[in-house]
């Protein structure tokens, strides 16, 4: 079957040169190698007469918006119900942060509860549209999750990369899914560099999104949908939790995008959230220099990383929307994770939850004022990381069946 490109693209510009490509199955700029990270360009003027019109009559989800999408019309779309995950104000949470108004986008609600199923969605039908039967990523663990469940959905064979510090409940949901699954004895950044060499040694489908310039295209969807739920009452400040950049650097693309459609009328502040143990594109933010690779130590495995490879887009982009980056503890991290529970009702893995933890903070240090209001986007569910649940949560009370010792035990 003969693939046509996607309708709307125009090609892909080089964050670092501004050199110009074709649409094709390239990663990054032939003139500035691995630095030169690409971004996919549109014909906005084209987008905006067709998809405005076609909003009002399509289902809630993120192919809602296959215009602003780098996706070939002839590919049947996955058959999972990807994005438009709900958005809930937490007034009780609002209160204990200091602000005026809050809300959490539960982006645990995704089929394989994270955000990362945005840009796997993506991934798996660029594969298929380059002619590759068989994809492969490096992650900690919800990009290997989502990449494993959403080639399982359209028939693709994956084989998935992992640091030894994965949690076992992400490498479960993977085998479950029937990903092959190879357990590096090393580091993330270990992990990523043999991923790539595998790719290119065995002619499989690269879907890292550090270096893939499609990827990023489907994380952004969540900055349309933030654009479109919240319409003119768009909160001041976007929280996001940052790894390798990419997440924060789509949303904000998203969102930019969604003003020059003419769908709102200004772009909310990003606040970048990195873990005190791993922060350099924080480091590289504050200074102004070119980012400098360190190790990591963080119970937040999904933003565990010392090597980002689109750090320059999340600067740009947090930048561009006149924002703040900060770092939290760990510790700061299961606090969060607790108060966002019990008084949010959204139940976030430690790097699903450091935005509220960056937000408390942020609020505290003076960033954000206490007039303003804010959306945190919890990027993956707390059952994915059940150990530090249960570091967050606590012990459940244990009592014999009896009421005496019911009694005794709830001390009434």
């Not at 003027?45 to 192919?63: C, K, S, V």
């Not at 993977?174 to 595998?198: H, M």
């Not at 996001?240 to 997440?247: A, E, H, K, P, R």
């Not at 804010?374 to 014999?400: F, M, R, W, Y």
């Amino acid at each position: 079957m003969k693939v046509h490109p996607p309708a709307h693209v125009t090609g892909l510009k080089c964050s670092l040169c501004d050199a110009t490509y074709a649409h094709a199955h390239v990663f990054t700029c032939p003139r500035c190698g691995e630095q030169g990270i690409l971004d996919v360009q549109y014909d906005y003027d084209a987008i905006r007469t067709q998809l405005l019109p076609a909003l009002g009559r399509r289902a809630f989800d993120h192919w809602r918006y296959r215009e602003v999408l780098p996706i070939s019309p002839d590919l049947q779309l996955p058959p999972l119900h990807i994005g438009w995950t709900p958005v809930y104000e937490a007034p009780r949470l609002a209160k204990l942060l200091g602000l005026q108004r809050m809300f959490l986008k539960d982006d645990g609600r995704n089929p394989t509860n994270s955000f990362k199923d945005r840009a796997s969605s993506i991934g798996v039908l660029k594969a298929i549209e380059f002619g590759f039967d068989t994809i492969a990523c490096a992650s900690t663990g919800n990009a290997a999750s989502s990449l494993a469940g959403l080639a399982a959905s359209v028939g693709l064979k994956s084989f998935i990369f992992v640091p030894e510090r994965a949690p076992e409940p992400k490498i479960t949901q993977l085998l479950i899914f029937g990903a092959t699954v190879l357990k590096v004895k090393g580091t993330y950044e270990q992990a990523f560099d043999l991923c790539k060499r595998a790719c290119d040694e065995f002619g499989w489908y690269n879907r890292n999104s550090g270096t893939n310039p499609f990827l990023v295209e489907g994380k952004k969807t969540a900055g349309l949908e933030i654009a479109e739920q919240f319409g003119k009452s768009l909160p001041d400040w976007v929280v996001v939790s940052v790894g390798d950049g990419c997440t924060i650097g789509g949303i904000g693309k998203g969102l930019h995008e969604m003003k020059q459609l003419g769908i709102i009328d200004r772009v909310p502040r990003l606040l970048g959230v990195q873990a005190e143990g791993a922060k350099p594109i924080l480091t590289s933010f504050l200074s102004g220099k070119d980012l400098v690779p360190t190790d990591t130590h963080t119970l937040a495995d999904s933003i565990a990383v010392g090597t980002p490879r689109n750090w320059r887009r999340a600067v740009r982009q947090i930048k561009l929307s006149h924002g703040a980056m900060i770092a939290v503890s760990d510790e700061e991290i299961l606090d969060a994770m607790r108060e966002t529970a019990r008084l949010g009702a959204v139940f976030g893995e430690p790097a699903g939850i450091a935005g509220v933890a960056g937000l408390k903070k942020a609020i505290a240090t003076g960033i954000v004022k206490p007039n303003e209001s804010a959306v945190a986007v919890i990027t993956g569910n707390g059952l994915k990381d059940v150990h530090s649940a249960k570091q967050a949560a606590g012990q459940p009370i244990s009592v014999e069946p009896d009421l005496p010792a019911l009694k005794k035990a709830l001390k009434v």
